[in-house]
């Protein structure tokens, strides 16, 4: 906006004012020459130009500023497209429809007016052409500016898109991001955040920063970061960007500091769905480099993108991933096809060759023959160049060989004394031997066997198996090779051992006959044999029983003692407390944090791992007689007998243990290939001698836990009786709570909501208090937690909405009813048919009714709210949007969703009535609303200036103490307004 005055002149010659406009070098000086020219028009007092063009401002010019008279008279003149003449003032404006700006002039008399139009007609025309020249101008460049910005966005954005499809790491891929955005802003110092919401983690995905090294790796709690700037972005969903004390403005709670003091700090979440999934975060330590709104801007559509760019390079490796493991799958079935084959077939070759020693057996052949074809069957098997079978003596004191083969050493003799060779250890052991040269050696080292010159030279492998009539060894079946050629494996073996089952079978029907003549002498061998393994069995049972014993007392997979071992040695720790006060004993409840997601992250087999190390760790931490114990799943206890108590009764032994202990558990220790960092919470208490039952003691300990967890985890907590108390008040307020419901003690309390300009009352809303027989009336802060927990506080607001409207109806002065509907009743199915019955049944008018919903109600399944507030609505009944300017207060929500009333939060009040900047705001939201169709309500006025402020604002209704307090509808007054 540029204005002139000048004393009026006489007009220069026709080339002069072409003269000055031509030697204009911009808008400024145009503005400039064409005051000049206007004010020395004869007959012109005075003059002003005005020129508005939105944010293109070229320049300032001219003597004073135009008086608000004229800028009136131009807002008239440009609204009219024509000269317009005040006949208040005498000002004459006339438009520029070029350039759109505005002449007005002061004429030393109204007569002189058609005069001046006509003189300066021809000057004004060119100067509205030279203007719209300039105008044209500014809004090119402005135009290529936003061009080239777009451009370098557009690449910047191609290239992390091609970031996602490279053989880039991911390490790689986000440093190529870091350098992208560096390039947008000044990002030196940036990092990246992702969150798994599932499991309330997160990790750190990208790291740099020019001060600080990175904090941590892998993922951590977010509660870990609880209260930083980071945590309120993921949490909260939104950005925040300026200095700490900015920060600290912008949220709602604490704040927190983690690492180096920054001079600036801005992140963006990373969103999908309406649900955070990480934070990108820049931050600056000098004041040469900071952080503007285009910045957060940028920031946040870099956000989407990188999202997209992370999961299409995450699906990438996912897919590759998959295809190898399919591969290897593949793989395995196919050596398992194979193997299946190479089986079947040894199984059907080695079935034949059963089934022919078998009839062997049966056939009428001497001993020879039968040898010489069992031979023959062994060698259709495996190699059995060099062949013998073994038997034990009557007397068992020599190895007899009916039947001998070996290409290199004959037999020499047809039985030899027993000795410590080979064919004596398979009779010893009664178990099949694969010797190799190596083994042999072995047992050669070990005394096992003893080598013998007159057997020749060594063979190269020999396997053996021993014959087994019963439990009883009479004999073995061997084979060997002289040549590394043809070694002998496992698969050699067990076919060895089927075959020698059989021969063993074969040589006992042929030795039955002789077996019966000596029967009875073998009966009372016999029963002697069976004696001695009685003897051992009765052994045996014993070591069962210990063993049995054992586990009952221990727990299976740590081996540490289990819950009835505990119970045991506290009840005696007990009892010696009892016969001496002055003997303590402490009970340390320990649970191992999050477990669970362990457990099912890593799967079973892992999780028993880990809970074999923590009891590991937990048995280094103690002494003895101490007892570590594993209760159940990843609960563990510590006793600690024979403590002493400090001036404070404290137990500082078992302190100390609790203390080593946490610091052992938090040893990170590999696991399934992950580093895991775990973590407990343990309960302390001590031994009274009031004491009389176990479960006390437990229940003591097991409330300290509790405590212990409450207060953040990773730390231990000492019983005392305040804690039992307060677990016995939750419990007292709950049992008063369900019997306040039956005696409908529940009732709703109403605040007059007024018209803000005559203190008309137009409606009410509905707040909940509960009539305690004892403490009289309760506001919510005093019972609702508790309700939440147990349960019931869903029943309790059904309670408040029939009791409100009942007494609503009764009221029949046309005023309407609000009440605030949580998120919970609008995701129930059936919400809207049994609000709408529920007003048949009291002869409440939906007309008569507003609900009010939060911004948050909004965002749980924003289609399904949707289309609840939609029926609402179409039935009459009224949608208020309650708390406006505390959440995200985003503006989509008053045109995509039925919204009829918009309530604005009692924060915008509350520098309402100095100065600060909150009127502007509330100027702006009231003007949306209104544009939109809708009330606003102004909740929280509490003195009449804010009344009065709300009112010059175009705020139309209120509420607050200034109008009346929440009471009863007989306790309701008409506000007392100011004259």
């Not at 944010?55 to 135009?66: D, E, R």
């Not at 800028?71 to 317009?84: F, K, S, T």
């Not at 073996?493 to 029967?519: D, G, H, N, P």
């Not at 039935?875 to 505390?886: H, I, K, Q, R």
Request: glycine letters at 8%.
């Amino acid at each position: 906006m540029n204005g002139f005055t000048h004393e009026c002149r006489s007009v220069a010659p026709g080339m002069h004012w072409r003269q000055r406009l031509l030697e204009a070098a911009d808008a400024p000086a145009l503005l400039t020459a064409l005051g000049e020219i206007t004010a020395e028009c004869p007959g012109v007092s005075r003059a002003w130009v005005v020129w508005e063009f939105g944010h293109a401002v070229l320049g300032q010019a001219g003597n004073t500023m135009p008086s608000p008279e004229a800028i009136a008279v131009a807002d008239r003149a440009a609204l009219a497209r024509g000269p317009v003449s005040d006949a208040d003032t005498g000002l004459v404006s006339v438009p520029m429809p070029a350039s759109t700006a505005t002449v007005v002039l002061e004429p030393e008399s109204a007569e002189a007016t058609p005069a001046i139009l006509g003189q300066l007609r021809e000057p004004w025309a060119a100067a509205d052409r030279l203007l719209a020249r300039e105008l044209q101008l500014a809004e090119l460049h402005q135009e290529v500016s936003r061009l080239q910005y777009s451009e370098q966005l557009q690449r910047a954005l191609f290239d992390i898109s091609e970031l996602s499809f490279s053989d880039l790491d991911m390490a790689d891929v986000l440093r190529g991001v870091h350098s992208i955005v560096g390039s947008l802003m000044y990002a030196e110092n940036l990092f990246i955040v992702m969150r798994d919401l599932a499991a309330d983690t997160f990790e750190m995905l990208y790291f740099a920063d020019a001060v600080d090294d990175p904090p941590f790796t892998g993922a951590l709690p977010l509660e870990d970061i609880q209260y930083s700037a980071t945590w309120h972005v993921m949490r909260g969903g939104r950005a925040l960007r300026g200095t700490p004390e900015q920060l600290e403005a912008q949220v709602n709670g604490p704040m927190r500091t983690y690492g180096t003091d920054c001079h600036q700090w801005m992140g963006v979440p990373i969103m999908r769905d309406g649900q955070s999934l990480g934070a990108i975060v820049v931050q600056s330590y000098t004041e040469e480099a900071g952080f503007s709104s285009e910045d957060q801007g940028l920031l946040e559509f870099v956000a989407s993108h990188i999202l997209t760019a992370l999961d299409r390079k995450r699906s990438t490796e996912l897919l590759e991933r998959s295809v190898e493991m399919r591969t290897q799958q593949l793989a395995a079935v196919n050596r398992a096809l194979q193997q299946q084959v190479v089986e079947r077939e040894r199984a059907e070759r080695l079935q034949a060759a059963l089934f022919e020693i078998a009839r062997l057996a049966t056939e009428d052949i001497d001993s020879g023959e039968f040898h010489a074809r069992v031979h023959r069957v062994v060698g259709r098997l495996l190699n059995a160049d060099n062949f013998y079978i073994g038997l034990l003596s009557d007397d068992g004191d020599r190895l007899e060989f009916p039947y001998y083969v070996d290409t290199c050493h004959p037999r020499l003799t047809a039985s030899r004394p027993l000795a410590r060779g080979l064919s004596e250890l398979v009779l010893r052991s009664r178990e099949p031997l694969l010797g190799t040269p190596a083994r042999i050696a072995e047992l050669e080292a070990a005394g096992e066997i003893e080598y013998r010159q007159e057997q020749g030279a060594p063979s190269a492998c020999w396997l053996g198996a021993p014959l087994l009539s019963g439990e009883q060894v009479i004999g073995l079946v061997a084979v060997q090779s002289y040549t590394n050629e043809d070694e002998f494996g496992a698969i050699d073996m067990e076919l060895l051992t089927f075959v020698a089952s059989q021969i063993a079978y074969a040589v006992q029907r042929r030795r039955a006959t002789e077996f019966q003549q000596q029967a009875y002498t073998r009966l009372e061998e016999r029963v002697a044999e069976r004696t001695a393994e009685l003897r051992r069995e009765i052994r045996e049972r014993e070591r069962i029983q210990d063993r049995l014993r054992h586990q009952v007392m221990h727990d299976a997979l740590t081996g540490l003692p289990n819950r009835d071992q505990l119970r045991l040695r506290l009840g005696q720790a007990m009892e010696r407390t009892r016969e001496t006060p002055a003997r303590h004993s402490a009970l340390l409840y320990l649970d191992v944090d999050r477990f669970k997601v362990i457990n099912d992250s890593l799967g079973h087999l892992a999780g028993d791992d880990f809970l074999c190390e923590v009891a590991r760790r937990l048995q280094s931490c103690v002494r003895q007689p101490d007892l570590v114990a594993r209760l159940a799943g990843d609960e563990f206890a510590i006793l600690i007998e024979d403590v002493a108590l400090d001036a404070e009764g404290r137990p500082a032994a078992a302190i100390a243990v609790a203390e080593r202990a946490l610091e052992a558990l938090t040893e990170p220790m590999e696991m399934a290939g992950c580093t895991l960092e775990p973590s407990a919470s343990i309960g302390i208490a001590v031994t009274r001698p009031h004491q009389q039952h176990i479960d006390d003691l437990v229940r003591d300990a097991d409330t300290a836990l509790y405590r212990a967890k409450a207060l953040g985890r990773k730390r231990w907590q000492l019983y005392d009786d305040s804690l039992q108390h307060t677990a016995v008040d939750q419990l007292t307020v709950e049992g008063e709570l369900r019997l306040a419901l039956k005696r409908d003690e529940i009732e709703p309390w109403f605040q007059p909501i007024v018209r803000l300009g005559d203190g008309a009352i137009v409606g009410h809303e509905a707040l909940m208090r509960w009539r305690h027989p004892e403490r009289g009336v309760l506001a919510p802060a005093d019972f609702l937690r508790v309700a939440e927990d147990s349960g019931l506080v869903e029943s309790m607001d059904w309670r408040l909405f029939k009791r409100a409207f009942l007494a609503a109806a009764a009221r029949e002065d046309g005023t309407y009813l609000s009440i605030n509907v949580a998120p919970r009743h609008l995701q129930r199915s059936d919400f809207t048919s049994r609000l709408l019955g529920l007003l048949e049944r009291t002869g409440l008018a939906p007309d008569r009714l507003r609900i009010e919903v939060t911004e948050g109600s909004l965002l749980e399944n924003p289609e399904r709210v949707r289309g609840v507030l939609q029926r609402l609505l179409d039935a009459g009944v009224g949608v208020a949007l309650d708390d406006f300017g505390t959440g995200y207060s985003s503006l989509s929500y008053l045109h995509s969703f039925p919204l009829r009333i918009l309530k604005m939060d009692r924060t915008f009040l509350a520098d309402l009535h100095r100065q600060g900047n909150s009127g502007p705001v509330i100027q702006a939201v009231v003007g949306l609303a209104h544009a939109l169709g809708m009330d606003v309500v102004a909740e929280g006025v509490e003195i009449e200036e804010q009344r009065a402020a709300l009112l010059e604002l175009g705020c139309g209704f209120g509420q607050g103490f200034l109008f009346g307090r929440p009471a009863e509808f007989a306790e309701q007054a008409e506000p007392a307004l100011p004259a």
